[in-house]
């Protein structure tokens, strides 16, 4: 054996994650309890702070504090030993294997993996780039929501906001907003109030649950006076009023929009193989098909194998598998299968510290049913926020 060979090590592998969606998360937390050696990891995120969604419609209406609804990812990629990278990837070159980047180098990469979510379903509707509020990205949502609930605050006359998307995001934002607002116009004694309408595309609201879930949240809606509109797709937007086909057009001061997600464009332009949305094709180890080294995970990613809900739940449970994988892809070791669940737990909160869940057909519905989605919720948290340092004391006046 030559002298130079003793003791010679593989060189690390560079792993590179692109966004901290609710998968890459936890591959950072299970590289920061137990680092992968012959690694070298960084991140690439948009925004530092990840908002966890389960918990951003409490947010929204006033049950939850903001650091309470997300996760610092700066210390949690410190802790995985990750180099953070605060840029937004806009391309992916798989010939040099590296992922560019807006207004930073490209990185290069001996495993890639895309954890970015989804963006709105908006192009296409003249107007609404420019007058409707996308949910979509949920990183930037709050700052939007913040924008308009001044303009609401501010308006004499009252406010008509209509939410466009029919689903549960759809139907728990409008919750959420209406229970916020109502609220904190009363508390300024404004008499205007805030009126909502939920504009669904379908023949009914949300179609994918059982029928006895869609009841109960008409029942819950009326009950708010929120009016819905269904059988309606908007045809445009413009300022201070929306067009649907076949209907009467509706005066709108603020439109939401919660429509299904959307695949980011410029996955367009890689040569990966995407799904007939736009959205990255991915075998049972959650690679990207045809491509040994680039993983994909979350709303990103069309499961081939089963088509699957873009939905929080998959991703996170996407999570553990994907941080085995990355190990035994970089020990050369036999890729893990991911198998989802074939029925999600769901549980769409109803704007105040009440919720209803739906699982396997079975409906339930109760302050309890709350209380066991905030546990759930803050105990899933609690796994990634306790890398940040705790929040500096307010000072003693
Ligand atoms: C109001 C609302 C409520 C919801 N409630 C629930 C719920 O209760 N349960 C549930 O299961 N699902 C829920 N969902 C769906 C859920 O939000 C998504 O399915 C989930 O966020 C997808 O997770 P993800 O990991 O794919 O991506 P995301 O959570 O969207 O994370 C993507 C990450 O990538 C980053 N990023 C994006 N693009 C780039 C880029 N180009 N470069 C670098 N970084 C990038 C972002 O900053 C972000 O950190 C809800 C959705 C909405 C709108």
Avoid at 91 to 118: F, K, N, Q, T
Avoid at 327 to 335: D, I, K, N, S, T
Wanted: glycine letters at 8%; a neutral charge.
């Amino acid at each position: 054996m030559a002298a130079d060979m003793v003791g010679a090590s593989r060189p690390p592998q560079n792993v590179v994650l692109v966004g901290a969606g609710h998968a890459h998360v936890e591959v950072l937390r299970s590289f920061a309890e137990s680092p992968p050696p012959d690694v070298s990891l960084t991140l690439i995120t948009r925004s530092r702070y990840t908002p966890y969604s389960g918990m951003l419609p409490g947010l929204i209406a006033g049950n939850y504090r903001l650091e309470e609804t997300r996760i610092d990812t700066r210390p949690l990629a410190v802790a995985a030993g990750a180099r953070f990278l605060q840029s937004e990837a806009v391309g992916l070159d798989l010939e040099s294997c590296s992922v560019m980047c807006r207004d930073a180098a490209a990185v290069p990469y001996d495993i890639v993996s895309l954890d970015i979510g989804s963006t709105p379903t908006i192009g296409g509707i003249p107007g609404a780039a420019d007058h409707a509020i996308p949910v979509k990205p949920i990183d930037g949502f709050l700052d939007r929501f913040e924008a308009l609930r001044h303009r609401v605050m501010r308006r004499s006359a009252g406010s008509h906001i209509v939410v466009v998307g029919g689903g549960a995001a759809g139907v728990e934002l409008a919750l959420s907003m209406q229970r916020r607002l109502s609220v904190e116009m009363a508390a300024a004694g404004l008499q205007s109030g805030v009126q909502f309408t939920l504009v669904s595309a379908s023949a009914a609201i949300l179609t994918t649950f059982p029928a006895r879930f869609q009841r109960k949240f008409e029942r819950v809606l009326g009950e708010r006076g929120i009016a819905i509109v269904t059988d309606a797709r908007v045809t445009e937007v413009r300022p201070g009023h929306i067009q649907i086909e076949g209907h009467p057009g509706l005066s709108a001061d603020e439109v939401v929009w919660a429509t299904e997600a959307a695949a980011p464009e410029w996955l367009g332009a890689t040569a990966l193989e995407l799904d007939p949305r736009g959205f990255i094709a991915i075998d049972p180890t959650l690679r990207a098909v045809g491509n040994h080294n680039v993983f994909a995970v979350g709303d990103v990613a069309a499961f081939l194998p089963r088509k699957l809900p873009k939905s929080g739940v998959y991703a996170v449970r996407q999570g553990p598998v994907l941080a085995q994988n990355i190990r035994r892809l970089v020990a050369g070791e036999e890729l893990r299968h991911y198998s989802p669940q074939q029925d999600a737990l769901y549980i769409v909160s109803t704007g105040e510290r009440h919720a209803i869940a739906t699982r396997n057909g079975l409906v339930v519905e109760g302050d309890w049913v709350w209380t066991f989605k905030n546990w759930l919720d803050r105990r899933w948290m609690r796994r990634y926020q306790r890398y940040s340092a705790p929040e500096p004391s307010m000072p003693v006046l």
